[in-house]
């Protein structure tokens, strides 16, 4: 059974920075894409970044210069390093892992990003 699990969320102040971690599991088959997605209170869940396995990288206009994802492909790992964050950055944090060969696509639980204050 694939498995994500998220970890570095938290509160931070505006300005600030946090790294997320998140490692997939229990696949027979390699992860194709990987990304982060989030959602905040009333809204739906919108992309903030994605990247291939050869490290091709995709980011939503309102994070562009302030976070980089990144990804170990050894350890089925994806990162997102966030820095000078803003309160509109407040959300929960949703890693995502896509396996094209068999189309399925999984997400974790998620992980609070709190920038307040």
């Known amino acids: 059974q694939v498995q994500l699990v998220e970890s570095g969320g938290g509160l931070v102040q505006p300005g600030g920075s946090l790294r997320l971690s998140c490692a997939a599991s229990?696949?027979?088959?390699?992860?194709?894409?990987m990304g982060w997605y989030r959602q905040a209170p009333g809204n739906q869940r919108e992309l903030v970044a994605t990247?291939?396995?050869?490290?091709?990288?995709n980011y939503a206009d309102s994070v562009k210069g302030r976070f980089t994802i990144s990804r170990d492909n050894a350890k089925n790992t994806v990162y997102l390093q966030m820095n000078s964050l803003k309160p509109e950055d407040t959300a929960v944090y949703y890693c995502n892992a896509n396996v094209e060969f068999i189309r399925a696509s999984y997400w974790g639980h998620g992980t609070q990003v709190t920038v307040s204050s």
């Open positions: 229990g696949s027979i088959f390699s992860f194709n894409d």
């Open positions: 990247i291939t396995r050869g490290g091709n990288t």
